[in-house]
């Protein structure tokens, strides 16, 4: 399985303020997914994030507010932008399971980098 | 569209004793279904699939889930639960007939507290 980290692992912000967060896989692969959990809420995907192309945001999410970079095939940022009290949760990365050559199966989450905005 | 139930939002189990937490699903075509364990302050650890093939699959840490597509259900089993078990687990299904592709949907977690 492909190990991903996460920075920061957690922050504590003020409102107006924006937030990089880096995710790292120790492996090449073509998609990275971000995903955010609010508190005590499921996961919801924010975005797909494709090397050498745009993001794909999911409906409710847009760029000017998550902008994603994705300049390699081992590396994504997603930034939280003018963050609000509402921005609070946990933002998580993640990868298809490529390296099994059966894309599409499973998914590998990083640990998580947990946002409370104050 | 595809969704995923989890009927109850937290299981109580003695240690010992057998523990079930189920999920169904919805998906147009056919699903890859995955079960998700997350202890607190972690990230999602994978913990087993359906992909196709036996309907009981074999996971991390002795748990199995059984794939029922009449019912669609793939409820989550362990023989005998441990302390250790207690964290928050999530059911997820990707429609493997989906445009997208790609778009994993999850469940909304229930929480299994294991008593000594």
């Known amino acids: 399985s492909a190990v991903i980290s996460q920075k920061p692992s957690r922050d504590i912000c003020q409102r107006g303020t924006s937030l990089t967060i880096q995710c790292q896989v120790d492996s090449q692969v073509t998609m990275m997914f971000w995903y955010r959990q609010q508190p005590g809420q499921s996961l919801t995907l924010i975005a797909t994030?494709?090397?050498?192309?745009?993001?794909?945001?999911e409906s409710g999410f847009v760029i000017d507010k998550f902008p994603i970079s994705r300049p390699n095939l081992t590396f994504s940022t997603l930034t939280v932008s003018n963050m609000s009290p509402e921005d609070s949760s946990i933002y998580l990365c993640?990868?298809?399971?490529?390296?099994?050559?059966?894309?599409?199966?499973?998914?590998?989450f990083g640990p998580g980098t947990r946002l409370l905005v104050l | 569209a595809q969704s995923v139930a989890q009927p109850e939002d937290q299981v109580n189990v003695a240690e010992g004793n057998p523990l079930t937490v189920k999920c169904t699903y919805s998906?147009?075509?056919?699903?890859?279904l995955f079960w998700y364990v997350q202890y607190p302050n972690r990230g999602l650890q994978f913990l087993l699939k359906?992909?196709?093939?036996?309907?009981l699959v074999k996971g991390s840490y002795g748990f199995e889930a059984e794939f029922n597509k009449s019912q669609t259900s793939f409820h989550l089993k362990k023989p005998s639960a441990l302390v250790s078990d207690s964290a928050l687990y999530f059911c997820?299904?990707?429609?493997?007939?989906?445009?997208?592709?790609?778009?994993?949907?999850f469940g909304g977690g229930t929480r299994l507290m294991v008593k000594p």
């Open positions: 994030a494709n090397q050498g192309s745009e993001a794909t945001y």
């Open positions: 993640s990868v298809d399971d490529e390296a099994s050559g059966r894309h599409g199966e499973t998914q590998y």
């Open positions: 359906y992909i196709t093939g036996d309907n």
């Open positions: 998906v147009s075509g056919n699903p890859y």
């Open positions: 997820a299904v990707r429609d493997i007939l989906d445009n997208a592709g790609n778009m994993l949907t």
